[in-house]
C-alpha cells in the first residue's frame, strides 16, 4: 500500500497566532514549531512573512583584517573578470552578425568551422583580462 503525502496548509490566523507568542515571550521559535507541528524553518518563514525581523537571529560575522582585504580583492577581481567577459560576448555577437550581413551580401559562406569561433572566443577574452596582482 501507498502512503499519500499529507500536507498540511496553515491560515493566516494560526500563523500570526504563533509569531505572536513568540514576540510575547510565551514561547521560544523551536517550542512554538513543536506546538503548532511544523519544522523550525517554517517559524522563520512566518516570521519574515509577517515582517518580525526582531524575532530572528541577528548574524554577526567575525573575520580578520586580512580575509577583508582578501575578499575586496576577489571581488573586485570578479568583477573586472565578469566585465571583460560581457565585453568578449559583445565582441562575438558583433563579430557573428559582420559575418552574416557580409555572407548575405556576397551570397558565399564565410564561417565553415564553429570551433574557430570558440577559440576566437576564449583567445578573446584571455586578451581582455587585465592583469591581477595579488
Given amino acids: 500500500m501507498v502512503k499519500q503525502k499529507v500536507t498540511k496548509r496553515y491560515s493566516e490566523a494560526i500563523k500570526r497566532e504563533a509569531v505572536a507568542t513568540i514576540e510575547r515571550g510565551l514561547y521560544t521559535k523551536s517550542q512554538a514549531a513543536k506546538m503548532y507541528g511544523v519544522a523550525a524553518v517554517t517559524i522563520h518563514r512566518w516570521i519574515r512573512k509577517l515582517n518580525k525581523p526582531q524575532l530572528l537571529n541577528k548574524v554577526i560575522k567575525v573575520q580578520m583584517p586580512e580575509e577583508i582585504e582578501v575578499i575586496k580583492k576577489l571581488e573586485e577581481e570578479k568583477r573586472i573578470l565578469e566585465t571583460a567577459l560581457a565585453q568578449a560576448h559583445l565582441k562575438i555577437i558583433a563579430l557573428e552578425s559582420t559575418i552574416k550581413v557580409l555572407e548575405t551580401e556576397s ?18 577574452i584571455q586578451h581582455l583580462k587585465p592583469e591581477v596582482t595579488a
Fill in 107 to 124: 551570397g558565399t559562406e564565410l564561417k565553415k568551422n564553429t570551433d574557430i569561433r570558440l577559440s576566437n572566443a576564449v583567445s578573446d
